[in-house]
């Protein structure tokens, strides 16, 4: 299983950026798919998710801003992030939990003015 992350770049504080993550395999019974982020030097963070059953999450630094969807017939799971801020900018890894968790190659999001 393969996950191939796209939409990363640079933005400007208040801008928007959509990631797209494309998945090799079904994703209907994923239990969990959804995006990880990583800043220099700090932990990779789970900022939002979508459960088999749909349920979402959202890391409380993006609720409101951010928004996550599936689309279990093209494969894919995007990141819609709007009112984007320097906070905001690490490597962002879409991933994927079925019977073992898929990580997909990161994209850089860069905010900056």
């Known amino acids: 299983v393969q996950l191939q992350a796209s939409g990363g770049g640079s933005v400007q504080p208040g801008g928007s950026l959509r990631l797209s993550c494309t998945v090799s395999a079904k994703i209907f019974g994923a239990i969990y798919i959804g995006w990880y982020r990583q800043a220099p030097g700090k932990e990779r963070e789970l900022v939002a998710s979508i459960s088999k059953e749909g349920v979402l999450y959202y890391a409380d630094s993006v609720k409101g801003r951010f928004t996550i969807s599936r689309d279990n017939a093209k494969n894919t799971v995007d990141l819609q992030m709007n009112s984007l801020h320097s906070m905001d900018a690490a490597v962002y890894y879409c991933?994927?939990?079925?019977?073992?968790?898929?990580w997909g190659q990161g994209t850089q999001v860069t905010v900056s003015s």
């Open positions: 991933y994927m939990r079925s019977s073992r968790t898929y």
